[in-house]
């Protein structure tokens, strides 16, 4: 049905990308600063240098503006599934919902319940035991993502299940952990997430260093930041490459087209860093070209041709044309993923490159890092960068996947809720586009208001420990 | 219908029944806000009590949601979609509240205090109202199709029925979160809420009865399940009796053992009368059973060892953080205002 010209699909669909990408600035960056708070608490624990203490309280401010932000936000998602998708909810329930309510119980209270020790506690407990406290927080997050990327693996690359009675059903809970897209998209994700807050927290710094403040202070953070970044920065880049072989198996209309090929590649491929496309006759316009590159991409071997859309189009239409007709396009948009994942991979080798850098200016032989201007500015400049890449990742492996919301079994069009209208779309994307504006801007300005007013003005937040003992004379007396 | 699936159902409203109750006294000290503080201090006061805990107990509304997922999918697919409205607002609602503790923290300006400190007090009084609403439709009944989607029109989600409803649970989260500032503060603020549950109760006596009188006019209830609709409807009156008696006794803790039990005896009385249904269908034919709306036995068996594993362990750390906290929050050590 049209409305305004828009159909019932492409509102839910808006609706879903938004709130997904929305929340997924947050998530990533709450679990790395989780654990960048932890190593700097961890730190001073060892050291008993209060410099570290001081770092995790005010990076831990930081880290708990974004989780709170990313905590409202993770309501939407669970929610929506059932609000906007219920035909997917229906079919997909069986195997869905249950990692969910396991990602519930096991990582989401474990979060919550940690956070609020982590936060009001300080006094309270020795220090080593307070740290363990962050440390459950990340712990938490961490198994938070394994379970939403357990439920996402199944949509790539469905296992362990049969068709019955109208709708998938799990054949094996065992199954269903051992799917192989889930061992190298947790990990993708996880170290992105380490890597994005690592370089949040290196360009933040890098800004109060170019303004000459508190120079101990953010060069230590700094140094954090690098190293966490550079190692996760390199982690994620190799479990991407492994994630792209699992993608070639599984899904090649999607890596067929991250490479821009409509017509099957020769043998040895050569890869395109860059080119244009004609989407309307499928033809690569012009481009600029690494021979045999793709061939090691895809085979890590000098030669092998890689299929292009045109070919694997046609393998779709032979295999599913029988159950799903002939009408579907399988075409994935090109433009899209092509630049999306130079930007992803691009950001990923950068990251590299600005952590060796900066931890190369910065070592204890020979630190010269407020003396390269230029560096400071390209580290702070790129604490951006992470959540663009971030977000390209999501929109390769979910604009990928179409025409299927479950890879192979349901399409996106018969999984849109029958009873929504158009109407409640409408009205609930606006709302969401208004409050995610105000979140996004309030939480930015909030935290840039924190790091203006830098490391000495702790306690502006009122998180002491306010409480009295209620056994103690006078602790009931009324004034 | 299976034992699995009965357990299942049991588990649902056992995981609504201590959202209520949790939750339900983080909502009533967000409305209270508004009316027992007189200034910004105060309304950080109030915060406070609750800042450690809120968040882990709105997981319990999480959990419940995706536990409905795992184990009765098609309830879960029905009902999300159909309260599609009531259901954005009540997010809209916990989206506000729930970064308002740390937005009011960072926010310096007087203004700033004041307009996140309304931002939790709306969305605490929206949340329990809406969820109040849709629960007493869904017991209510509503115009479902063959295929398990609600088509109802404005009336079938806003009538008296339902925004009795929604008062009802509104008013008592209010009373909880009262009854747990009794018990959590000191000085004035401690008084003032004692004063203000006194002056309330008799209000919720009157809604109790109204809402009895709704449920017998508008649902099945005492038709089809007479002696255990009645056991709990007395069970809930009682219950808020016991309350009361706190209140004039000064016994803060059975005032808020009290209210918290009358939540779950609502959600009890819901669910006592929803079964062997999960979705009441004007037309009888097109309800929804426990029996039919299920995942597979293989998976419902999956999250019971899941439930029965995990269940026990987050029980024991969220209580023992309660025990942390067991301490009154003090007037003269909160600093939330410099």
């Known amino acids: 049905m049209l409305v305004l010209g828009v159909s019932m699909l492409s509102l839910a669909r808006f609706q879903f990308a938004m709130t997904t990408i929305f929340h997924f600035f947050f998530v990533p960056f709450s679990i790395g600063m989780a654990l960048l708070t932890a190593i700097m608490e961890t730190i001073y624990v060892f050291k008993r240098d209060d410099d570290y203490k001081k770092m995790a309280k005010f990076w831990g401010k930081i880290f708990l503006l974004s989780f709170a932000v990313g905590v409202v936000t993770g309501i939407i998602q669970e929610f929506q599934f059932g609000m ?16 969910l309510a396991i990602e519930a119980l096991l990582a989401f209270f ?58 998938a059903e799990m ?13 190298v998209e947790f990990p993708h994700v996880i170290f992105g997430a380490f890597t994005t807050a690592a370089f949040a927290l290196a360009g933040m710094s890098a800004w109060r260093l170019l303004k000459h403040e508190n120079k101990t202070f953010y060069h230590k953070s700094l140094r954090v930041g690098l190293w966490v970044g550079l190692v996760a920065a390199i982690l994620t ?112 080798m950068f990251f590299i490159l600005i952590a060796v850098l900066g931890l190369w200016f910065s070592r204890a032989k020979k630190n010269t890092l407020q003396n390269q201007r230029w560096l400071l500015y390209v580290l702070g400049i790129s604490l951006w960068l992470p959540f663009i890449a971030n977000t390209c990742g999501w929109l390769i492996t979910e604009l990928g996947r179409f025409p299927w919301i479950v890879y192979g079994l349901y399409t996106i069009a018969d999984a849109v809720s029958p009873s929504v209208t158009a109407g409640d779309l409408w009205f609930s994307n606006i709302m969401y586009f208004l409050i995610f504006t105000l979140l996004g801007g309030t939480m930015i300005y909030f935290a840039h208001r924190t790091l203006v007013a830098g490391p000495d003005a702790l306690d502006g937040t009122g998180y002491a420990d306010t409480t009295v003992d209620p056994l103690s004379k006078g602790a009931f007396s009324h004034e | 219908m299976s034992s699995l699936q009965l357990l299942w159902f049991f588990l649902i409203g056992l995981l609504f029944s201590v959202f209520f109750f949790l939750e339900g006294f983080d909502y009533g000290v967000g409305m209270a806000l508004r009316l027992i503080a007189h200034n910004e201090q105060e309304r950080g006061e109030l915060m406070q009590s609750i ?45 506000l509240r729930g970064v308002s503790f740390e937005f009011r923290a960072h926010a310096l300006s007087p203004a700033g205090k004041k307009l996140w400190g309304w ?47 929604g008062v009802a649970v509104a008013l008592l989260c209010l009373l909880h979160g009262l009854n747990f500032i009794r018990l959590k503060l000191t000085g004035e603020l401690r008084q003032r809420a004692q004063a ?40 809930i009156v009682l219950l808020s ?98």
């Open chain 2, 119 to 165: 931002a939790l007090s709306i969305g605490s009084l929206c949340a329990p109202f809406l969820l109040g609403m849709m629960f007493t439709d869904l017991v209510k009944g509503m115009p479902l199709d063959a295929g398990g989607n609600i088509r109802g029109g404005f009336g079938d989600y806003v009538n008296l029925f339902s925004i009795v409803g």
């Open chain 2, 241 to 338: 009796v016991v309350a009361t008696y706190g209140a004039y006794r000064d016994k803060e803790g059975l005032s808020f053992i009290a209210s918290g039990a009358t939540l779950i005896g609502v959600v009890a009385l819901l669910f006592n009368g929803l079964f062997p249904r999960v979705m009441v269908g004007n037309d009888p034919l097109h309800s929804i059973l426990i029996a039919n709306a299920s995942s597979t036995e293989y998976t419902l068996g999956v999250m019971t060892i899941v439930a029965a594993i995990l269940v026990p362990i987050v029980l024991a750390y969220t209580i023992w953080s309660y025990f942390v906290f067991n301490q009154r929050v003090d007037t003269k050590k909160v600093v939330s205002d410099k």
């Open chain 2, 51 to 95: 800042g450690p805990h809120w968040d882990g107990n709105e997981v319990w509304l999480i959990t419940a949601g995706g536990a409905m997922f795992a184990s009765f999918p098609y309830w879960y697919a029905s009902l999300f979609s159909g309260f599609y409205i009531i259901l954005f607002l009540t997010l809209f609602a916990l989206i």
């Open chain 1, 84 to 99: 906007n998708w219920s035909d997917y909810s229906r079919f997909m329930g069986d195997i869905f919902g249950a990692p």
């Open chain 2, 196 to 235: 203000l549950t006194k002056i309330l109760y008799p209000v919720l006596f009157v809604g109790l009865v109204a809402f009895a009188g709704l449920l017998l006019w508008q649902t099945d209830f005492f038709s089809k399940r007479p002696l255990s609709s009645w056991l709990l409807l007395i069970l």
């Open chain 1, 171 to 183: 054949a094996s809970f065992s199954g269903l952990l051992k799917n192989p897209q889930l061992w």
């Open chain 1, 110 to 167: 474990l979060e919550s319940v940690f956070i609020g020790m982590w936060m009001f506690t300080w006094d309270r407990f020795k220090p080593g035991i307070h740290a363990l406290f962050i440390w459950l927080v990340t712990l938490g997050s961490s198994i938070s993502a394994l379970w939403i990327l357990t439920a996402n693996s199944f949509m790539q690359n469905p296992v362990a299940y049969r068709i019955a009675n109208g709708r």
């Open chain 1, 237 to 348: 880049v190799a479990v991407g490459d492994l994630q792209t072989q699992q993608v070639i198996k599984d899904q090649p209309m999607k890596f067929a087209a991250t490479e821009g090929i409509y017509k099957d590649s020769g043998n040895p491929a050569s890869w395109s860093v860059v080119q244009g496309f004609d989407t309307k006759n499928k033809k690569v316009t012009w481009s600029i070209e690494v021979p045999r590159m793709l061939s090691l991409l895809t085979y890590h071997k000098a030669t092998g041709s890689v299929k292009g859309m045109d070919t694997i189009n046609k393998e779709l239409h032979a295999k599913y044309d029988g159950k799903y007709g002939s009408a579907i396009n399988y075409y994935v948009p090109p433009k899209t993923l092509f630049w999306s994942f130079r930007i992803m991979a691009g950001s990923g």
